[in-house]
């Protein structure tokens, strides 16, 4: 099997060696921060501190650092990592708060947190962002996108990730099919349909399956298209049933002659498969595709270039669904709070483990403080030797197009949103007319009855 290098002031070694033990930044570096001294007060509690991360190693590395705190200011305590899948995470979660066993610390995707803070379960962390360094916040994007609610902040943050419109460029190129960079919804679709028919390629893979990653993938186009779930403005009234959601529900019918036939089950990993195996043009995705590619596909890797959604050919919009993922602190049952808050801000104000922490799964978990873009040492990654532009397209450029269902169109928290994931709403009303032949019209009035229902049972989180 191939491996690509990583090479950098540190030597040559290889991704795996360099996601197992963090070479580009070994521990004897990590005096220097952002700020003045991290919390040092002593701790004499014992006991394990259950962190929940979702699959990856950037979660693990802010263990370590959380760890290393821990060994000079809370001897008696470990931080540990359990790692939680995508589409478990919100039945797992409520599971363990109705038996009133929460993890202490969790960095799941922001509905669901949103949910949390919105159900008073959440510790504010307003003393921690003053900690942190409330004007490091990179242009665009505030500590409010991470989670307040209220007046108070509920989540620090953690990275941001958007899924992207990645493209095989081999293949673009060769057929002709213009810059991705300039496609209007017309032109994806275009495109796909070219890819199908004159390469032995899928034209794209989105997820259709009844999970997680299809309310992600239909999202994007939603709001693309000028539509949302809820009104903010007006009582989170449900604005489901609108032109912009049967345009977006049109549009993934039109697209799923050009997927795989396995498309209908899709979830996270089947569509990196698709497009690490070979098998497709494009898929919507986050970073995470490069550094698979990397080590099992060298000549896939080198093809791939991501850029911003396509736009819509109306509205203009490209947005992506950019997850604001960030730590939550829960409260209930939680005898480490004050230890928490102390590991966090050490470990947010320094800048080495904060690039240790991208450099662990690049371009996937982008940065989130001026200071650690601005470090040489983030660019010190054999990616960016070949990769610079889908990089901070990722990091950087994505930015302005950011939305998601718990923070739609920007338009502020929607604590709504985890509920409907958790009963995976959007990815059945898409099912209704890719698997059902459901007219869009009509999945779109039963997807907005469904929600109908989620805000009548949930009203006092958001009134």
């Not at 898929?283 to 890797?301: K, L, N």
């Amino acid at each position: 099997m191939s491996r690509i290098k990583l090479s950098n002031r540190f030597g040559s070694v290889t991704r795996r060696d360099f996601l197992a033990t963090g070479t580009a930044i070994t521990g004897g570096m990590l005096a220097a921060g952002y700020g003045g001294a991290p919390l040092r007060a002593q701790s004499t509690k014992q006991g394990t501190v259950r962190v929940w991360g979702e699959p990856g190693p950037y979660a693990g590395v802010a263990v370590d650092a959380m760890n290393e705190w821990a060994s000079a200011n809370a001897p008696g305590l470990k931080f540990e990592i359990e790692t939680v899948g995508w589409d478990s995470v919100y039945v797992k979660l409520m599971t363990d708060l109705a038996a009133q066993q929460p993890p202490h610390l969790i960095s799941v995707e922001s509905p669901i947190a949103y949910q949390l803070m919105a159900e008073g379960l959440l510790s504010p962390v307003d003393d921690v962002v003053e900690k942190v360094g409330a004007d490091r916040m990179i242009e665009g994007v505030s500590f409010s996108d991470w989670g307040a609610w209220k007046g108070q902040q509920f989540v620090l943050p953690a990275h941001h990730q958007p899924h992207l419109l990645m493209v095989r460029m081999d293949v673009v190129e060769e057929l002709g099919l213009g810059d991705p960079d300039t496609w209007t919804w017309d032109d994806m679709l275009n495109a796909a349909r070219t890819i199908q028919e004159k390469t032995d390629l899928d034209g794209i893979a989105l997820a259709l399956g009844r999970n997680l990653c299809t309310d992600y993938h239909f999202a994007a186009l939603l709001h693309s298209a000028g539509g949302r779930m809820f009104d903010a403005s007006n009582n989170f009234e449900v604005a489901f049933d609108s032109p912009a959601t049967v345009e977006a529900l049109e549009f993934v019918r039109d697209l799923q002659p050009y997927m795989p036939k396995g498309a209908l089950e899709y979830s996270f990993l089947q569509v990196v498969d698709a497009m690490v195996t070979g098998k497709v043009g494009m898929v919507f995705y986050w970073g995470r595709v490069y550094g698979r590619a990397a080590e099992e596909a060298p000549d896939i890797y080198k093809a791939i270039q991501s850029f911003n959604h396509a736009a819509h050919p109306t509205t203009g919009n490209r947005f992506n669904w950019n997850d604001f993922q960030g730590w939550s602190i829960p409260e209930p049952n939680n005898p480490y709070v004050d230890e928490i808050k102390a590991a966090l801000a050490y470990y947010q104000t320094k800048r080495e483990w904060l690039v240790r922490y991208c450099h662990s799964l690049v371009p996937n978990v982008s940065p989130v403080y001026r200071d650690v873009v601005e470090d040489p040492t983030l660019k010190e990654h054999a990616f960016f030797e070949d990769k610079e532009r889908t990089i901070l397209t990722y990091y950087r450029d994505s930015l302005p197009h950011s939305s998601n269902t718990g923070n739609e169109l920007r338009g502020g928290a929607n604590p709504l949103a985890g509920i409907v994931h958790g009963r995976s709403i959007l990815a059945q009303t898409v099912q209704k007319v890719v698997l059902d032949g459901t007219k869009p019209a009509d999945a779109a009035k039963w997807g907005a009855g469904q929600l109908e229902m989620v805000r009548k049972e949930h009203l006092r989180l958001v009134l």
